[in-house]
């Protein structure tokens, strides 16, 4: 039998499974505190987390291998979208159907992207259709205020998708005092890109509204020389987006919220094959959603508490103009409740909570529904963090059940110990599982009604040294994954064929000398089909990058390297070469409230490709300016 990885599949079909390529290509968690301040907080010179353990921890405290990219970073790096920003950081790796707004497929440990959770403000945004990923491309960073990044198996911590990890995404917080900030910039392929909002504290009201736009003519994204029949245009792309926080003080024990955000992708696209013509025009649209409404309060001196409701939505449209034309249309949508419980206890955190999920898909192809469905998900959980003296202790479990589907338990335990005030030595145990997605389930076409839930377990031993700015984290991991979930191209249809296991060494670093910031990481892997004794497809063995940042006054300098290893594309394909990526920044302050900033990304123009047949941008330059002022 022929097996062949989701990533493989979707750029590999005739025209019957053309239908379902196009519709992808358009391209459980609820805080127990309140994210802003507590997402900003500072403890003994270290970042307050909350998503490796639902509770605030300091950084160097938590146990499972996490990473943080505050405002400061982001700003720093003057990344535009998730991907390329993640791509930085330890484990992650991303392939790209084209340029800016292209498909992206994410990888974390070896993981793909429907084994990796992502959540905007604690709400889960998962996706039901063929592909079962969600679209980081189109989260653009003017909308975010800090990225947590948690490595490894935690479904016992946010349920199904956890088996690579979770990627939180925090949107932009109202605190402190009011200030108004706007940017804009122009660059190479005709980019423009603006933004602006305002944030801030009055009273017991907090507030953020900010909005902003990107469009570029882009580049064309098929390769012609590797590709069949491709159109040859520039394939563009237009993200609109905007963001609402805002939250009130009842008392000082109790608050209400709301959080809103939309990113709204408009993309041109290419389509190789046989059933394709060079003149044929293709076009997306990806809108993503969430909303939340939530109380966080204290019911008792050590007894803390949130509920939250949550609505988020992701849409993709796809139309094609030719020879056949034709229309698709894939919405999904998560509705939770969620009440979470914290009880703060000497030397000891005790965490307890209930979710409620509907998950829905409604899919069309020119404009007839052939695929309308719903089901619920229920899950209990509870969790309990140790500390005292030089014992580190995290145990977590929690039980799900998903409609139609088999009950599942995950667990994780994990151990520090401190040999003195900068070292730490932590293992852990953790069982994982990932439940197939309804178009899996109940797609007329290549749906599969009797998949069974991907499982997995993991184990980590790691070191870790930190001391006053600086900390360096490395996490030894073995990951084994049963019945993963592939599309068997004999069948032509979803099925459970295949184990996966991956065994590797991260290493991170981040740090301040004087004036000098410093980023850094390295991942060591060998993710393997076993059933087949081959590596997976398109993931790298060997992950590196170095980002660093230098102040010279008013003047910023920085720069970042990333390098990728050779790795296989799909079958019958030539495999992708290793690539080693340039991009330098600069930022001049011109006074107390203007910036004047540029960069060149893809410095040395190297030509590469992260799925065969698609091309990279080339180097592009930007120059922009950014203006801040409190009131």
């Known amino acids: ?94 392939t790209q159907t084209g340029g800016r707004g292209g498909q992206a497929t994410a990888f974390l440990r070896g993981s793909a992207s429907m084994q990796v959770l992502v959540l905007v403000d604690g709400v889960p945004v998962t996706k039901q259709d063929t592909t079962g990923a969600v679209s980081l491309e189109h989260i653009m960073l003017d909308q975010v205020d800090r990225i947590e990044i948690v490595r490894g198996n935690v479904s016992a911590i946010h349920g199904s998708g956890a088996v690579g990890g979770v990627i939180q995404v925090f949107t932009r917080q109202g605190q402190g005092q009011p200030m108004v900030y706007a940017s804009a910039e122009r660059g190479s392929q005709g980019s423009q890109r603006w933004h602006a909002g305002t944030q801030g504290a009055v009273g017991p009201l907090a507030y953020t509204v900010s909005v902003g736009r990107l469009h570029t003519d882009g580049i064309n994204a098929a390769n012609l020389s590797q590709t069949l029949n491709a159109n040859p245009d520039a394939d563009g792309y237009r993200n609109d987006n905007h963001a609402l ?24 696209y290419d389509v190789t094959g046989s059933f394709s013509a060079p003149t044929d025009l293709h076009q997306g649209r990806t809108q993503l959603d969430s909303h939340s409404l939530y109380w966080a309060g204290r019911l008792g001196p050590q007894w803390s508490s949130r509920l939250n409701y949550s609505d988020a939505k992701e849409r993709n449209d796809t139309a094609t103009v030719g020879g ?71 145990f977590n479990l929690r039980r799900d059940h998903v409609e139609d589907l088999s009950a599942k338990d995950s667990v994780y335990l994990g151990y520090g110990y401190d040999l003195n005030a900068e070292w730490k030595l932590i293992a852990s145990h953790a069982t994982a599982f990932n439940v197939p997605p309804l178009g899996y389930l109940f797609d007329p076409y290549y749906g599969n009604p009797n998949l069974r839930p991907e499982t997995a377990n993991t184990q980590e031993a790691g070191v870790q040294w930190a001391q ?81 940042s230098q102040s010279l ?79």
């Not at 926080?245 to 000082?252: A, D, E, T, V």
């Open 1 to 94: 039998m022929r097996v062949f990885d989701l990533s493989v599949f979707m750029k590999n079909r005739t025209f019957r499974a053309r239908r379902f390529a196009l519709a992808l290509s358009s391209p459980a968690f609820s805080l127990l505190s309140l994210a802003s301040g507590a997402a900003l907080a500072q403890s003994a010179g270290s970042e307050i987390v909350v998503t490796a353990n639902r509770t605030e921890q300091i950084l160097t405290d938590v146990l499972p291998h996490t990473t943080v990219l505050g405002r400061d970073a982001i700003e720093r790096s003057q990344v535009m979208d998730l991907p390329t920003l993640l791509s930085r950081e330890a484990g992650f790796q991303f």
């Open 245 to 268: 926080n805002l939250s009130y003080q009842l008392s000082p024990e109790h608050k209400l919220g709301l959080r809103s955000t939309h990113f709204k992708g408009r993309f041109d």
């Open 324 to 394: 056949y034309s034709f229309t698709t249309r894939a919405q999904t949508r998560t509705r939770m409740v969620s009440w979470t419980h914290q009880w703060d206890l000497p030397s000891m955190v005790l965490t307890a909570g209930l979710d409620h999920q509907t998950q829905g898909i409604d899919t069309a192809f020119n404009g007839a529904s052939d695929l309308l469905r719903e089901r619920h998900a229920h899950a209990i959980y509870g969790g309990m963090v140790y500390k005292r003296a030089a014992q580190n202790l995290q």
């Open 468 to 548: 006053g700015p600086h900390r360096l984290r490395s996490t030894w991991f073995s990951t084994l994954t049963k019945d993963l979930l592939l599309y068997d191209m004999g069948s032509s249809q979803f099925s459970n064929v295949s184990r996966v296991k991956n065994r590797g060494l991260e290493t991170s670093y981040s740090g301040r000398f004087h004036m000098t910031d410093l980023r850094a990481s390295l991942s060591l892997q060998d993710p393997v089909n076993e059933a087949t004794g081959q590596q997976l497809v398109r993931r790298a063995k060997t992950l590196a990058s170095v980002s660093v």
């Open 553 to 631: 006054g008013l003047l910023s300098l920085g720069g970042s390297v990333r390098y990728t290893s050779a790795r296989p594309d799909i079958e019958g394909k030539p495999g992708l070469p290793s690539n080693t990526l340039l991009d330098l920044t600069a930022r001049y302050s011109l006074g107390r409230d203007w910036t004047l900033y540029g960069r060149v990304e893809n410095a040395t123009n190297s030509r590469y490709q992260s799925a065969y047949g698609y091309n990279q941008l080339p180097r592009t330059t930007t120059l922009g300016l950014s203006w801040k002022m409190k009131y």
